[in-house]
């Protein structure tokens, strides 16, 4: 699977696609993940699309994020969908009607001005943000972008680590399986077991009426998701009252609040303050990491399930995105590349890392987080090999990603076992990532 690099031609024909398509899911003050699936403004996502969207419009790309922070709520979150008003509530479940953040989080800070969710997503947005101001410093400057994000992401980052260290261990915690963005990866299915499921009759699946059944999570899955959202939702998103029935600490999630600080201390650093609390904090997080998530013999970082305070007998690929982190211990990052390059994460038809063990009881080629490969994570771990000086296999997986994101037409995910693209075509993230590697 050792793609060359594209050429000339091929490279330009897969800008004009990307660009096309982030164009198209352009919406006037931010990007959709997906016209048909996710017509609303989506936490990660914007994040990624930022990246891409600074090689065709700074300025847009700003906006990107500056739109999602506008449904920050008081208390430093950022939630995990801003609502576009103008869209149907039966476009996507759960809709505004469900989550009622305005009335059911006013407590918690939610903003009157914006419909929001509750729950949160990976912090990848300081990472974003510092690469949008390094496409353009003058430009950044000039308007004072870094002067307006900064706070706010900080703020986010302090929420993070003061509402969400919910297991005490310094770590940032996520309390539903959508906030990792890995919605049905099995590393969630043991916790998900005490978890109630609401009955089917009392919600209704957007997403079948666009997205195939096999490849997205199941109705049992749905019944817990609701639940949880629920109860949290009857707690007024109070992380102080709230008790929750899942709480778990995610490698992949908490790698990148590690990098997102740094990306903070730049910031402090080209604003003319101290960068040393985010330097601090970043490397505090790190030996955290590794104290509670690594797994030795296992060769990668585990979820850690807060209810028992055991790490869940799971691989999957949020235990390979730490390599992303700068200051690992040496042993720790050969680990991780011996893990992605053994037979557990190496696909027979793919070039990008797939989410779940390959030879795990659990693995599903087809259905979203349980299997197919993703280019959100191929990208991160391409960036992790290469700040690891890890050049040659990071060429590889670049070379792979950009071949398979024009190959599949800018597809949400690949089944790693065929190549077949699955989920949404025109994918904002896919193509983002991809103006991205082309630089
Ligand atoms: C729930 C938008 C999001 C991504 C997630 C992905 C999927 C939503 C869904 O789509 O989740 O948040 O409806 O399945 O799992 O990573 O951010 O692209």
Known sequence: LDRPAPTATASLTLR????????????????V??????????????????????????????QELESLLAGQ?????????????????????????????SLAGRAAGAPASAETSGIVQP????????????????????????????????????????????????????????????????????ALQRV??????????????????????????????????TDYRDAGYDDRVARHGFAVEDPCFNALLI??????????QELGKDPTPHTARSEELTR??????WDDEAGLFRVRDLHTDTLVDERSVSGLVPLIVPHLPHDTVQRLHQTLDGPQFRAPATALVPSYDLTGHAFDAKRYWRGPAWFNTAWLIQRGLRAHGLHDNAERLRNGFLEEAGRSDFAEYVDPCTGAARGARHFSWTAALTLDLLR
């Open 16 to 31: 004009r696609g990307a660009a096309r398509v982030l164009i198209d899911n352009w919406t006037g003050t931010s990007t």
């Open 33 to 62: 993940p997906s016209r048909t699936l996710y017509p609303h403004q989506w936490s990660w996502d914007s994040a990624f699309i930022a990246i891409g969207l600074r090689h065709l419009s700074v300025r847009r790309a700003q």
């Open 196 to 229: 109630e499921p609401a009955a089917a009759g009392e919600f209704h699946r957007a997403d079948l009426d666009h997205g195939h059944p096999v490849d997205r999570p199941t109705d049992l899955d749905y019944g817990r998701y609701v639940r949880l959202a």
């Open 73 to 101: 709520w008081a208390d430093g979150r950022i939630p995990h969908i801003v609502f576009n008003p103008a869209v149907p509530h039966d476009a996507y479940f759960p809709s505004p009607d469900f989550w009622r953040s």
């Open 259 to 268: 990098v997102s600080e740094r990306a903070l201390a730049a910031m402090a």
């Open 288 to 293: 955290r990491l590794v104290t509670r998530l």
């Open 123 to 190: 912090p990848v947005h300081a990472l974003a943000a510092w690469l949008v101001h390094q496409a353009d410093p003058e430009q950044s400057r000039r308007r004072g972008f870094l002067t307006r994000l900064y706070p706010r992401l900080a703020a986010w980052h302090d929420y993070l680590l003061t509402r969400r260290d919910l297991g005490g261990g310094g770590l940032a915690a996520i309390v539903h399986p959508w906030e990792p963005g890995m919605d049905n990866s099995p590393c969630w299915d043991q």
